[in-house]
């Protein structure tokens, strides 16, 4: 909810208000000449200064409550009706075993990449608003983790929950592209798009990646393939009697099949050696696959003039009361 006056420029009698109330209080008050004006005093008794000046007060109060609700407080919120075309994507995330290195740095703190990848994939979801957006998950096998949806919300916390052997230690690259394919299949978007990220090589499953890819591309999807992983042995802890320790293992990662992959379904293929490079490649692949959207907005509005304008008949009858049988003044 946000406040607004619709009027605003009617705000500037606030000050004029202010004003007035100060050339009333330093003006002389009222008086009469004449030969008994100390007898008289002496009638009428002492009384408080300040009481004297209640009703003025009381007054300005009221003016300025009125200037408010003249200016009509509101309160309103705004809905968006989104068309667009849309983009339906896919992403395909390896959970296997080998994603528990710890070549990824996050703050400067080793984690392990695929901590890495699911703080950049969050980011990247979070972006795209108005596109239908699945997770598939893989490692020996490969499962639906979301469908497709635009509840964010939802795809966010299925994120945050993948855990590393989750669907098994192995790499079933070729399953996952199918899974992914069969999601988009049926679907009429403009776009499909299929996202497949993995440190490994295809070790799994039924389909070999490159079949899984042409057959995925014959339904009208593009694919892009991540590699991920630095060069070289990676650390990776282990627990042992003597506590935990940190020992090094090349992972084997298969480029070639990947870029064929990416050749086959008309994408690209990205090698991410650390967080930045990986961050990177979705923002290459945000800018790539833009959505077209018409949005049509509707403001709510909540009038607020009643919470200004009974204070200030109160404060009139108030002071008018008070100006007629309290604090009544000569003549």
Excluded at 40 to 58: E, N
Excluded at 140 to 168: N, R, W, Y
Excluded at 172 to 198: E, H, P, V
Excluded at 219 to 240: D, E, N, Q, S, W
Aim: positive net charge.
């Amino acid at each position: 909810m946000m406040f607004r006056f619709a009027y605003p420029i009617l705000l500037f009698l606030v000050p004029v208000a202010a004003g007035w109330f100060v050339f009333a209080l330093l003006r002389r008050p009222p008086g009469i000449t004449h030969s008994m004006a100390s007898k008289m005093a002496l009638v009428a008794g002492g009384g408080s200064p300040f009481a004297a000046k209640i009703p003025l007060i009381l007054r300005v109060c009221a003016l300025v409550l009125l200037v408010l609700a003249a200016a009509r407080p509101q309160l309103y919120n705004v809905s968006r009706d989104v068309r667009s075309p849309g983009v339906d994507i896919v992403l395909c995330v390896d959970t296997s075993g080998s994603m528990e290195a710890l070549d990824f740095k996050l703050d400067q703190r080793p984690v392990t990449r695929l901590t890495a990848v699911k703080k950049v994939v969050t980011d990247f979801i979070k972006k795209r608003t108005t596109d239908r957006i699945g997770l598939v998950v893989f490692g020996e096998d490969a499962f639906t983790q979301s469908p497709l949806t635009v509840d964010k919300g939802l795809l966010l916390g299925l994120v945050e929950k993948m855990k590393i052997g989750m669907a098994g230690d192995r790499t079933a690259i070729g399953s996952a592209i199918a899974i992914g394919g069969k999601r988009l299949k049926d679907l009429k978007a403009k776009s499909k798009i299929l996202i497949l990220l993995t440190d490994g090589r295809s070790n799994a499953g039924e389909i070999t990646p490159v079949a899984a890819a042409e057959a995925v591309r014959a339904l009208g999807v593009k694919i892009y393939t991540i590699g991920v992983g630095g060069k070289g042995p990676a650390p990776f802890r282990i627990r042992t009697t003597l506590g935990t320790r940190l020992v090094h293992q090349q992972v084997d990662l298969d480029e070639k099949t990947l870029k064929k992959v990416a050749e086959i379904g008309g994408g690209r293929y990205f090698r991410a050696s650390d967080s930045r490079e990986l961050s990177e490649i979705y923002q290459i692949i945000d800018r790539a696959e833009k959505t077209e959207k018409k949005i049509k907005e509707f403001f709510h509005f909540r009038e607020l003039y009643c919470y200004f304008l009974l204070p200030a008949l109160i404060l009139l009858w108030v002071e008018i009361l008070l100006r007629t049988w309290i604090l009544r003044v000569i003549p």
